[in-house]
């Protein structure tokens, strides 16, 4: 929660929550949805961003149809997604296609894993993560 509230600092329109570490046991998508919606309000709009790989596993996660009804999806191109089966993913959850943006944005091939990797390896992580939350993380010593 530390390197998010850093991350975006700067960002008024980006609100750092605690909702899914102050909950005990697995955390789903439509628990932490649930539990924001509780704290935020309903005349919030929140937009959900993710990758289009997750995008495309949605029919496995718990809940999906609860889901659009409380945010937006809001996807990001990955490399080796840069498109999903949306007509597909409308038959089996009836108005994800009304919930769901593209993004366009360009492909970058970042994860956290790698994130974390890199830096156990002594490698630069300079344009991964923003300047302030990679000082951070040499500073505390993660990840190594």
Request: charged fraction near 25%.
């Given at each position: 929660i530390a390197m998010i509230k850093i991350a975006i600092v700067s960002n008024p329109y980006f609100h750092a929550s605690s909702v899914d570490l102050a909950r005990a046991g697995p955390s789903y998508t439509v628990d932490t949805l649930t539990d924001l919606r509780c704290e935020l309000g309903e005349e919030v709009n929140?937009?959900?961003?993710?990758?289009?790989?997750?995008?495309?596993?949605?029919?496995?996660?718990?809940?999906?149809?609860?889901?659009?009804?409380?945010?937006?999806?809001?996807?990001?191109?990955?490399?080796?997604?840069?498109?999903?089966?949306?007509?597909?993913?409308?038959?089996?959850?009836?108005?994800?296609?009304?919930?769901?943006?593209?993004?366009?944005?360009?492909?970058i091939d970042i994860s956290s894993s790698v994130i974390r990797e890199r830096v156990a390896r002594g490698l630069p992580i300079t344009g991964l993560v923003p300047n302030t939350v990679e000082l951070y993380i040499r500073e505390k010593g993660l990840y190594l």
């Open positions: 929140l937009h959900f961003i993710l990758g289009l790989d997750a995008v495309a596993e949605i029919l496995s996660w718990r809940k999906p149809e609860e889901i659009i009804t409380m945010c937006r999806l809001v996807g990001a191109k990955r490399p080796g997604y840069r498109a999903i089966d949306l007509r597909h993913l409308e038959r089996n959850i009836p108005g994800i296609a009304l919930r769901f943006t593209m993004l366009n944005n360009p492909l």
